[in-house]
């Protein structure tokens, strides 16, 4: 049974080792994130944030103080009466009545987030961001069924935002929420980062909620067979063990992830190299495939497979390795004696398949190639899994 160099990903599994909250100063948030880095990835660090800073500089010219909210206006966080809060219908979309009875239905207090607001008047306060909370406050408190309360005795918390100029407003309400494209303001949670707040969730806070309790169970497979989760962002996805693709992985069932770890383990320990993200759909497929048709394959099976693979290919499943050009010729020959056999017209066939280099397309080729190759080197009755579905089936002589 082959082992992984534990070395660096054993370092990224670590950070969930603490079973406690663990708080640390922002400059040593910052130097430990740094520091997790590769040495190049820290340089690409340094010489951004040089970059990032001077642009600040650029757009800040007279800046000196934080505190100066004259020159620098961060917004202030106050209370204010329910009451005085208005809408500017020209400003705000439109309410989307069905988020206001889902925030109602699924109200947390704790997790409600400060209206967005700037001076309207004297007395008056224009919410530019935050109405669906706003209006779900409103009718919780406010209406006959709610509470039933005066909005003028409710207290609410706002964020005060020195805008008065509408188009500055306007830009900032689609920034703030927008998160991708040119107008992108806001950060959104990316797949990791949910994985790592539920591995955390059950390891530090106990949380059983079997969602997070399934993605703990996958992350512990992953950890011992010396595999760690990451993303490009970090910087790291290079290294031994590396998993960078995490959507299959967080689809999947605990048994499919659990036989892609002993696959995984293989693989890392023997080749010493990351999972590429091209294999991990592939590899996932397969398994699922083997689940629909109630198989489980045995450890030494799995390991089977992948000493298999690296026979045929080197288990190399990266976008300009062989592979991709036999899987490609492979399928232009099959949709060529498809037409043929089924006498399809000229002007009906189609362009020729494109190498897309994709999920069906590798599934169905490694099931045909397994067939042909690996199943009959096991004893007879094997398990195997029925065929994908496909409209193109690869010749044998197409195969590795």
């Not at 303001?185 to 955390?200: A, C, E, N, R």
């Not at 993200?277 to 198989?295: H, M």
Request: charged share 20%.
């Amino acid at each position: 049974m082959a082992t992984a160099n534990p070395s660096y990903a054993s370092t990224q599994n670590a950070v969930y080792n603490n079973r406690n909250s663990q708080f640390v100063d922002l400059a040593t948030r910052l130097r430990d994130t740094i520091a997790t880095m590769p040495a190049q990835a820290q340089r690409n660090w340094h010489s951004g944030l040089r970059k990032a800073l001077t642009a600040f500089k650029r757009n800040h010219p007279n800046l000196k103080n934080f505190s100066n909210r004259l020159i620098f206006p961060l917004c202030r966080a106050i209370d204010i009466p329910l009451s005085e809060i208005t809408i500017d219908c020209t400003m705000q979309r439109l309410p989307n009545t069905i988020w206001i009875l889902n925030i109602i239905t699924n109200f947390r207090a704790w997790q409600a987030q400060p209206i967005q607001v700037y001076k309207t008047s004297a007395d008056g306060w224009g919410g530019w961001d935050g109405q669906h909370t706003a209006l779900a406050l409103y009718l919780i408190a406010c209406d006959a069924n709610g509470l039933g309360l005066n909005p003028d005795d409710v207290m609410v918390p706002v964020c005060q935002y020195d805008m008065n100029n509408r188009g500055q407003i306007r830009a900032t309400f689609i920034a703030n929420n927008t998160t991708s494209g040119k107008n992108k303001g806001k950060q959104p949670l990316d797949t990791i980062d949910v994985f790592m707040q539920k591995i955390y969730g059950v390891e530090i806070d106990g949380v059983s909620d079997p969602e997070w309790v399934t993605a703990h169970t996958k992350w512990e497979d992953i950890k011992a067979a010396g595999m760690f989760l990451t993303a490009e962002k970090f910087g790291n996805i290079n290294q031994v063990g590396a998993i960078s693709r995490l959507n299959e992985l967080d689809e999947a069932s605990e048994s499919v992830v659990r036989q892609f770890s002993i696959y995984g383990r293989f693989i890392v320990a023997t080749l010493q190299r990351p999972i590429n993200t091209k294999e991990i759909p592939i590899i996932i497929e397969f398994f699922n495939l083997c689940e629909q048709n109630d198989i489980v394959y045995s450890d030494a099976d799995i390991e089977d497979l992948a000493v298999h693979l690296i026979e045929l290919f080197d288990a190399n499943f990266d976008s300009r390795s062989p592979f991709w050009a036999q899987v490609h010729q492979a399928t232009v020959n099959a949709w060529k004696k498809f037409n043929r056999i089924n006498n399809v017209p000229a002007i009906s066939q189609g362009p020729v398949p494109s190498n897309l280099k994709n999920t069906p397309q590798g599934t169905s080729f490694i099931w045909h190639q397994l067939q042909k190759t690996w199943l009959p080197t096991q004893n007879p009755g094997f398990p195997f899994p029925k065929q994908p579905s496909s409209n193109l089936t690869p010749d044998t002589t197409d195969l590795f």
